[in-house]
């Protein structure tokens, strides 16, 4: 059982790791923008990842390499969609609107600004203390 593992399912799942990988690489290059970049970074890389990773521990003779990959895998599934959320976050609060093709939508919801800002002021909560204001609204600062 464990040839037919190591034979088989374990060169096809690195095979497919090494292709989502590529295929995020692509992504990277090929898409037009920031948001569907960071997304073609964020699914296929972790995916490709988490695919290669199953493919070492099938192939691994020892239960602490096994452990060691799966901590691995986890910590790779928790970081990069967590990163990837806090760079769509950030990028949205800097005023990156995502491009919207006109066949994909017919009306521009009400809450979605029809002029980008060039600037949007980003305050955390440390510059509210130094101000001295702790529930002051960003845009009344001087």
């Known amino acids: 059982m464990v040839d037919v593992l190591q034979t088989f399912v374990a060169p096809v799942l690195l095979l497919a790791g090494c292709f989502f990988c590529f295929a ?3 992504g990277i290059l090929r898409f037009p923008e920031f948001f569907t970049r960071m997304h073609a970074a964020g699914v296929s890389d972790t995916l490709g990842a988490g695919l290669v990773l199953v493919a070492l521990m099938l192939f691994s003779m020892s239960f602490a390499e096994v ?5 691995i895998m986890a910590f790779i599934l928790i970081t990069s969609p967590t990163s990837s ?6 990028a949205v609060r800097a005023g990156v609107l995502p ?6 939508v017919t009306e521009v919801p009400p809450e979605v600004p029809s002029e980008v ?26």
């Open 85 to 90: 959320h806090a760079l769509a976050k950030v």
């Open 67 to 71: 452990i060691k990959l799966a901590l």
């Open 99 to 104: 491009v919207v093709t006109p066949e994909v």
């Open 24 to 26: 995020g690489g692509v």
């Open 117 to 142: 800002p060039s600037e949007v002021p980003i305050e955390t909560a440390m510059d509210k203390k130094a101000r001295g204001d702790e529930g002051g609204d960003a845009s009344k600062s001087t």
